[in-house]
């Protein structure tokens, strides 16, 4: 069963931080691109960030750029999104994703699996 789990959601003021944690079960995080996506109410799923597998890629969106920081450990199959100086308008479900390849990052449909999403609220 694959699986991805998402924890580490939850109520922040503005300007706080948060840390995300996504861990994979069986062969998904295995040679796999991770990528973070946000969901706010009544908008479209975000790019948000994303690693090559060796971890010596990395991509943002521009609108998280200097704030946010993915990192991964491959010996705990597990990828990390580290959010500091939050603003309001980072508020949404954050999801971890899972892909073969590092291109294509900001594309959902180019994501094969998906985990169940972590809320995060930043309060201003």
């Known amino acids: 069963q694959v699986q991805l789990v998402e924890s580490g959601g939850g109520l922040v003021q503005a300007g706080g931080s948060l840390r995300l944690s996504c861990a994979a079960t069986g062969r998904t995080f295995t040679n796999r691109a991770m990528g973070w996506f946000r969901q706010a109410p009544g908008k479209e799923r975000e790019f948000v960030a994303a690693m090559s597998w060796s971890g010596f890629s990395t991509d943002y969106a521009d609108s998280v750029k200097g704030r946010f920081t993915i990192s991964r450990d491959n010996a705990k199959n597990t990828v990390y999104l580290q959010m500091n100086s939050l603003k309001p308008e980072d508020t949404a479900v954050y999801y971890c994703?899972?892909?073969?390849?590092?291109?294509?990052?900001?594309?959902?449909?180019?994501?094969?699996?998906w985990g169940q999403g972590t809320q995060v609220t930043v309060s201003s």
């Open positions: 994703a899972a892909k073969r390849v590092f291109s294509g990052n900001i594309i959902p449909r180019e994501y094969d699996y």
